[in-house]
């Protein structure tokens, strides 16, 4: 299986018409999340290779977003997972980041087949018309296609394989690093630890994996997360201590919400937003993603 570039680099923030008529990406932020906070950050595409490109999957072509440097060579790879808001101008700005610091970072849209969910308003829309609908198995073999197109590329180095997700996509990683024991790092930026109800398409939760996890995963939590108490932290601690798993940690940063990186939002926190930041590059230099 081999994936295709598609329509190469450009500038999000001046796209090229020609990009955009036959893009299958969203362009810009999901409407749920404007206005656009002043403390945005605006990562530029100069010395990068960046865009849309699509992945061949057993279904057909997936979209995905993928930068890495403009130079020779083969990059360490690292998967960027998706918020609940798709694979909107935040998540594009987070594999350009990435890309400046020398990964070849890429971002499937995981909700391709089921919906786009950066047109919608209200939040129990999303999970009821998309989210709801994704089943975790559809999430894994995409990732496993992600890997597949860009070690195709002949830009990537997979051997050097780590992942990072943000909300929902915080609670991919951890299941991507069970199913992909191939993945030297995992960093899971405040992601769901204890399933919130019955979900037959996801049918476990990070304090349920714990048992089996081998890859090493860094947790990033905030204390005054209203949907990931810092009850269930403790619990996903609890897992991995009896599952004899030591090489995972947790960190909870005290007074940050959810969402405390995602700068184009209130909830961002730049301090500790800063701080998730240097340790996430620290954990892929330590365990061999770089």
């Known amino acids: ?47 990068l290779v960046a865009g849309e490109v699509k992945i061949a999957t057993m279904t057909g072509p997936v979209p995905a977003y993928r930068a890495h440097p403009d130079q020779a060579g083969k990059f360490p790879v690292v998967l960027v997972v998706q918020e609940i808001f798709g694979v909107h101008e935040h998540i594009k700005d987070v594999c350009r980041r990435l890309a400046k610091l020398g990964y070849f970072a890429i971002a499937v849209d995981h909700y391709f087949r089921q919906g786009d969910v950066t047109q919608m308003t209200d939040n129990q829309e999303i999970f009821a018309k998309v989210v709801n609908h994704v089943p975790d198995s559809q999430v894994m073999s995409d990732l496993d296609a992600a890997v597949v197109h860009a070690e195709a590329s002949g830009r990537a180095d997979t051997a050097k394989l780590g992942i990072t997700g943000f909300c929902w996509g915080g609670r991919i990683t951890w299941a991507y690093c069970v199913h992909n024991p191939k993945v030297k790092a995992g960093v899971a930026w405040y992601g769901r630890l204890v399933a919130p109800g019955k979900a037959p ?44 798993h030591a090489a995972s940690e947790i960190i909870v940063y005290p007074g940050a919400p959810h969402a405390f990186y995602a700068d184009y939002r209130p909830s961002y926190r730049k301090e500790a937003a800063d701080d998730g930041w240097n340790r996430m590059q620290a954990w892929f230099k330590e365990h061999g993603v770089v």
């Open 1 to 47: 299986m081999t994936g295709y570039t598609f329509s190469g680099a450009f500038a999000p923030s001046l796209p090229d018409w020609r990009d955009l008529a036959s893009a299958w990406l969203p362009q810009g932020f999901a409407r749920l999340t404007q206005p656009i906070a002043s403390t945005v950050l605006n990562t530029d595409t100069g010395g």
């Open 201 to 244: 398409l996801q049918p476990a939760y990070p304090v349920e994996l714990a048992a089996v996890l081998k890859v090493p995963v860094l947790g990033l939590y905030g204390e005054a997360d209203a949907g990931i108490p810092v009850e269930h932290v403790e619990q996903m601690r609890s897992a991995l201590k009896a599952a004899g």
